[in-house]
């Protein structure tokens, strides 16, 4: 099995299939086309020999299991998790994907016309995959890695212990789940069927990357009620909804945007905002790696809205806050560190020094670690999620499907 050919053309099938989450639906799953991914996969896997294919058509959730070699049925049962939505932010309709064979290093003009450039000086990360393939969007839509790269991943690895049942494995387990861009990937997960000691999301970013510390994250909308009356007569009459609105976003801290912070900063980044003079809404979401920091931020949203109501009336401002995931950290040290320890011996065999950094983001893991199965985070080979400078390298890509046949060998 040429496992590079094989993932390669798996993920070009997968990043076709349009599966954009929405946070404004209020559905689960959040969007019906998901399930269109999902539906693809169950087939894929039960044509390749996977044991106990289900795909739980209301909820949209994948699961399989790959069942322990002769000799290995007393160890641990190990599951690989990835979602199959991607971010609302750009659209995945008609993604088409461009393939650049033998990277020079150069910047790449994503739809030919000059308007989006792949640019070395703004992503110098570009540097590091000089003479290897890159597959990047057209420049119209996002590319979907995040996650049809772990997608194609694990079922690449499925592919591979399946037709090679000389390589002796313990017992895996496989679920692809919906919705966790939008933070509900594991709402409706049924961990009896899913049936797993331990699991890896595989939802990171360059090859070599291993996480098990993620944000703490909440996610905010604010509805405001103005008052519209004629510009004429607007004297101390009018309440202008969308200015109320720019005037909260200005009383939050400058310095906690995304775009200033990195590392373990925390940060309020505004994703929506939309309005007239007599209803606005706005929308956040809030994140900080320490719990004291996350609390204070969550208070200081609502501190604002009550200082708004005060200027302006009661009812101005409606705040909708919801916790949406916790830091992992808690539940993988000290006792299920050897998630780590495992990945990291692999990760060395593959040629990479691993790079243990936190998520300036969330997983399905992070949900799944405090609902009692520990689950740290693996890479995926791809670059600048959400928006249409994304890309992947293929070469890590094939990297990191080893990686996750040389963890399912060692369970």
């Known amino acids: 099995m040429d496992i590079c050919s094989v993932l390669t053309d798996k993920f070009l099938r997968y990043v076709k299939v349009d599966t954009q989450s929405s946070e404004t639906s209020g559905k689960s799953p959040s969007t019906e086309k998901q399930k269109n991914l999902g539906r693809m996969l169950t087939e894929e896997l039960r044509d390749m020999g996977a044991d106990e294919v289900y795909f739980d058509d209301e909820h949209c959730y994948v699961y399989a299991k790959i069942h322990a070699s002769d000799g290995r049925k007393d160890g641990k049962k190990l599951a690989f998790i990835s ?26 003009d994503l739809g030919g016309d000059g308007k989006y450039i792949l640019s070395t000086e703004k992503f110098p990360a570009l540097k590091n995959y000089v003479g290897q393939t890159l597959i990047t969007t057209d420049g119209s839509t996002l590319l979907g890695a995040d996650d049809k790269a772990g997608v194609s991943e694990i079922m690449t690895m499925a592919e591979y212990l399946i037709t090679h049942p000389e390589e002796k494995h313990g017992e895996i387990r496989i679920c692809f789940t919906p919705d966790e861009e939008i933070g509900e990937g594991v709402d409706h997960i049924d961990l009896d069927k899913l049936d797993a000691d331990y699991a890896y999301t595989v939802d990171g970013g360059a090859f070599g990357e291993i996480e098990y510390e993620n944000f703490n994250a909440a996610g905010v909308r604010v509805i405001i009620k ?7 007569d607007a004297k101390n009459t009018m309440v202008n909804a969308s200015l109320v609105a720019i005037e909260l976003n200005d009383l939050l801290p400058k310095n906690q945007r995304p775009d200033n912070t990195e590392g373990y900063q925390g940060f309020y980044h505004l994703t929506d905002m939309k309005g007239t003079v007599d209803e606005a809404e706005i929308s956040y979401i809030i994140r900080d790696h320490d719990m004291s920091k996350f609390l204070e931020k969550k208070a200081l949203m609502s501190k604002i809205c009550d200082v708004l109501n005060q200027k302006y009336g009661a009812g101005t401002c409606e705040l909708q806050m919801r ?3 916790y830091n992992m950290k808690e539940k993988i040290e000290p006792e299920n560190i050897f998630l780590i320890e495992k990945a990291k011996k692999h990760m060395r065999e593959l040629g990479q020094e691993p790079i243990i950094k936190p998520i300036r983001g969330g997983t399905d893991g992070a949900r799944l670690s405090f609902m009692g199965l520990p689950c740290p985070n693996l890479c995926t080979g791809g670059h600048n999620y959400h928006g249409r400078f994304e890309y992947a390298c293929v070469e890590s890509m094939e990297k990191t499907a080893k990686l996750l046949i040389a963890i399912a060998k060692d369970f």
Not at 86 to 104: C, G, L, M
Not at 226 to 232: Q, R, T
Request: without cysteine.
């Open 226 to 232: 103005g008052v519209s009356v004629h510009p004429g």
């Open 83 to 108: 979602h199959m939505d991607t971010s609302p932010e750009v659209t995945d309709e008609n993604v088409n994907p461009r393939i650049v064979k033998n990277y020079d290093g150069k910047d790449i």
């Open 323 to 325: 916790d949406q995931y």
